[in-house]
């Protein structure tokens, strides 16, 4: 399937976990049944693309082996593509197990560990796929246990300058680099919310600017809210993530950050 991105949208990116552990929705979505009702719900609420991962990277999860990852996500992709084209992100930071989801036309690889295994880049370049390069500290195992920067900013936009760079040099087209600021992952509350302010800096990189702030820990904390209720600060942090030059929004509420994200930028483009 031929897709592209166009700095003239903004992207909601669906997300489903197959995961026994996600912070949010672990086990919900284990079998046929409840996958095909989640796709397809999405796909109604005007999902533009459908991120799937099958490792969760919640601070402290542990992670599994290629073998596992595989196991849960080639028979669910297999799944998808026997009733839907729509576009396919997939989370996962293994080369192997990226490599036997292409043959089920995805189209975005999202990597939050940014290329570490050098071979997913390589595959991004050979395949002519989109490769979303994430921001974090260390590991999820230990990225929360204090973590500092000298600038949160100029350190993050430096770190994806350099990774930039490393997926170009593989031959990757820089208009397929996806870059994400990591909100969450080796961050401090104050760190994100200095990142969101700021957000519009890194679009000096790259028009194709990912966010991942849905039901996060830093809505919850800033409202005093249970990641159950955290859907109308999602949608403010969606807000001015957009104002911010933001174009990929990943959710776990489509319909709502579709509706919201929809009349944001008709105001932005209005101006």
């Given at each position: 399937?031929?897709?592209?991105?166009?700095?003239?949208?903004?992207?909601?990116?669906?997300?489903?976990?197959?995961?026994?552990?996600?912070?949010?929705?672990?086990?919900?979505?284990?079998?046929?049944?409840?996958?095909?009702?989640?796709?397809?719900?999405?796909?109604?609420?005007?999902?533009?693309?459908?991120?799937?991962?099958?490792?969760?990277?919640?601070?402290?999860?542990?992670?599994?082996?290629?073998?596992?990852?595989?196991?849960?996500?080639?028979?669910?992709?297999?799944?998808?593509?026997?009733?839907?084209?729509?576009?396919?992100?997939?989370?996962?930071?293994?080369?192997?197990?990226?490599?036997?989801?292409?043959?089920?036309?995805?189209?975005?690889i999202n990597?939050?560990?940014?290329?570490?295994?050098?071979?997913?880049?390589?595959?991004?370049?050979?395949?002519?796929?989109?490769?979303?390069?994430?921001?974090?500290?260390?590991?999820?195992?230990?990225?929360?246990?204090?973590?500092?920067?000298?600038?949160?900013?100029?350190?993050?936009?430096?770190?994806?300058?350099?990774?930039?760079?490393?997926?170009?040099?593989?031959?990757?087209?820089?208009?397929?680099?996806?870059?994400?600021?990591?909100?969450?992952?080796?961050?401090?509350?104050?760190?994100?919310?200095?990142?969101?302010?700021?957000?519009?800096?890194?679009?000096?990189?790259?028009?194709?600017?990912?966010i991942g702030?849905?039901?996060?820990?830093?809505?919850?904390?800033?409202?005093?809210?249970?990641?159950?209720?955290?859907?109308?600060?999602?949608?403010?942090?969606?807000?001015?993530?957009?104002?911010?030059?933001?174009?990929i929004i990943?959710?776990?509420?489509?319909?709502?950050?579709?509706?919201?994200?929809?009349?944001?930028?008709?105001?932005?483009?209005?101006?």
């Amino acid at each position: 399937m031929k897709f592209n991105l166009s700095k003239k949208e903004a992207y909601i990116m669906g997300i489903l976990n197959v995961t026994p552990d996600s912070f949010y929705d672990g086990g919900e979505y284990t079998d046929e049944k409840s996958i095909e009702k989640k796709v397809r719900e999405m796909i109604s609420n005007g999902v533009d693309i459908i991120d799937i991962g099958a490792e969760s990277s919640r601070p402290g999860s542990m992670r599994i082996s290629s073998q596992e990852e595989m196991k849960r996500l080639v028979p669910i992709v297999e799944f998808i593509r026997k009733f839907t084209n729509i576009p396919l992100s997939i989370d996962s930071v293994k080369s192997e197990v990226i490599s036997a989801l292409i043959p089920y036309d995805i189209q975005i690889i999202n990597d939050i560990s940014a290329g570490r295994d050098e071979n997913i880049i390589s595959i991004a370049a050979k395949n002519n796929l989109y490769i979303c390069i994430m921001h974090m500290q260390n590991n999820p195992e230990n990225m929360q246990n204090d973590p500092r920067y000298n600038n949160v900013t100029k350190d993050i936009f430096n770190y994806l300058k350099e990774k930039m760079t490393l997926c170009i040099n593989y031959g990757v087209e820089k208009d397929k680099i996806i870059i994400d600021p990591g909100f969450g992952f080796g961050k401090t509350l104050d760190h994100n919310y200095t990142l969101l302010k700021n957000l519009d800096k890194f679009s000096a990189l790259s028009n194709n600017i990912l966010i991942g702030i849905s039901r996060k820990s830093m809505i919850g904390n800033l409202l005093d809210k249970s990641v159950d209720d955290r859907l109308e600060g999602s949608l403010a942090a969606t807000t001015i993530s957009l104002v911010n030059k933001a174009s990929i929004i990943r959710t776990h509420d489509v319909l709502e950050t579709k509706i919201a994200s929809n009349a944001i930028k008709r105001i932005i483009d209005a101006a």
